[in-house]
């Protein structure tokens, strides 16, 4: 029995991988928390809608661009050093939030959050994928996903319960601690394998020849998959960061109910997060995100138009469940593309000009609900979800055709 558990838990990266989806767990308690408290903080500094999607926006397009400089940089130096400095950044700047007294000062906060944000991810994901081997490659990011999930997903919860009994800045100051728990281990305890200390080009991962090539030659062989993934995540970005304020004000639930389910939301990513790397180890890569931006537009067409009760409640976790998988896969997809000198740098590249278009999204859509309403919108993003997905049916299709012929 003692074997078959270890066997279990070195499939899925063993300690090492464990201990990522902790500090994934503790950097994405803070990151995952402003939109779940939106609807205190507006009340409490009185914000309108366009307000609320600048403060969104402040953390997501510095993160966007510290990305490409965390990526660059995380492919150059120790990978030790650019994890703790992110942990490290991210949660001090989740403990001064606390302490931001206006409207101002929070985006000042929330904007070095995001530069610090920058740094965790690359190095993250580029040192997972630079130490295991394909074959298990899916279920080590699934796993590492699942902890920023666990993140997201208790932070809206806990920082829910902390705003509701004393006051939203508490809520940003109790959460930041794991965040600077884990920067302390991973700059004191963590021991890194040589493969994965630095890139450079010197290293090749584990069970992998060393392989050369551009940055452009690795985004041009998955590119129709990448360009559609990102649509979808940037139309659908505003589902996820004004989801608690369209509970609240579209389908009527309390403040602290909308934020809780929220959590619900994030939670469904868990099952979705170890289903999508598990899946894409035994099924293909290819395969696992298409099936997943088919389901993509009619889930989100369900959130938007249901009433409130169990048939919403089960759109709330497969909405979730899908982004976490489809994130799962479109990461693992990528690293397998990439050189090992060039993961940090692609991934940055990947995940920067997704939040860089966030950042970009958030504020039009806050300015779109104040003058068309927030049904409106939700009820547009609906539409072109759905068509996203019809995108990648005939992609799908596309390629079960070539790969019969």
């Known amino acids: 029995m003692g074997s078959d558990r270890t066997d279990i838990v070195n499939q899925w990266g063993g300690k090492l991988s464990f201990f990522f989806a902790y500090t994934h767990f503790s950097h994405d308690l803070t990151t995952g928390l402003l939109a779940a408290l939106l609807p205190f903080i507006v009340q409490d500094l009185k914000l309108n809608y366009l307000q609320a999607g600048f403060l969104v926006s402040a953390f997501s397009l510095m993160a966007g661009f510290a990305q490409l400089l965390g990526g660059w940089l995380s492919d150059r130096i120790k990978r030790k050093n650019s994890l703790a400095l992110g942990l490290g950044g991210v949660g001090i700047s989740a403990v001064a939030v606390g302490f931001a007294g206006s409207y101002v000062a929070m985006l000042v906060v929330l904007i070095a959050m995001g530069i610090f944000a920058g740094f965790y991810h690359p190095s993250a994901v580029s040192t997972l994928t630079g130490d295991f081997e394909e074959r298990r490659r899916g279920k080590v990011i699934a796993l590492h996903n699942v902890g920023g999930s666990l993140g997201f997903g208790i932070g809206p919860l806990f920082g829910a319960i902390i705003a509701s009994k004393l ?239």
Not at 241 to 248: E, I, R
Not at 373 to 395: P, R
């Open 167 to 405: 006051n939203w800045h508490f809520s940003f100051v109790f959460l930041g601690i794991p965040a600077l728990i884990a920067a302390v281990l991973v700059f004191s305890r963590l021991k890194l394998p040589s493969s994965s200390v630095v890139a450079g080009g010197v290293h090749a991962a584990v069970g992998e020849r060393k392989r050369r090539g551009t940055i452009w030659q690795v985004f041009r062989s998955v590119l129709a998959i990448v360009a559609i993934s990102v649509a979808m995540q940037l139309i659908t970005g505003p589902v996820m960061s004004f989801m608690s304020l369209f509970l609240a004000n579209v389908r009527h639930l309390t403040d602290a109910a909308a934020s809780m389910w929220v959590t619900v939301v994030r939670m469904g990513g868990l099952a979705g997060g170890l289903v999508g790397g598990w899946l894409t180890d035994r099924w293909g890569r290819r395969n696992t995100i298409l099936l997943t931006l088919i389901a993509f537009g009619p889930v989100t067409y369900a959130l938007a138009k249901l009433p409130f009760g169990v048939a919403l409640a089960c759109a709330l976790i497969l909405f979730g469940w899908l982004m976490t998988m489809r994130e799962a896969t479109m990461q693992t997809l990528l690293m397998d593309a990439a050189p090992a000198h060039l993961r940090a740098t692609i991934f940055g590249i990947y995940f920067g000009f997704g939040q860089q278009g966030t950042s970009v999204i958030q504020p039009l859509a806050g300015q779109l609900m104040d003058s068309m309403g927030i049904v409106g919108v939700y009820n547009t993003i609906a539409y072109a979800s759905i068509g996203l997905s019809c995108l990648a049916g005939v992609l799908a299709l596309h390629r079960s055709k070539a790969t019969r012929a």
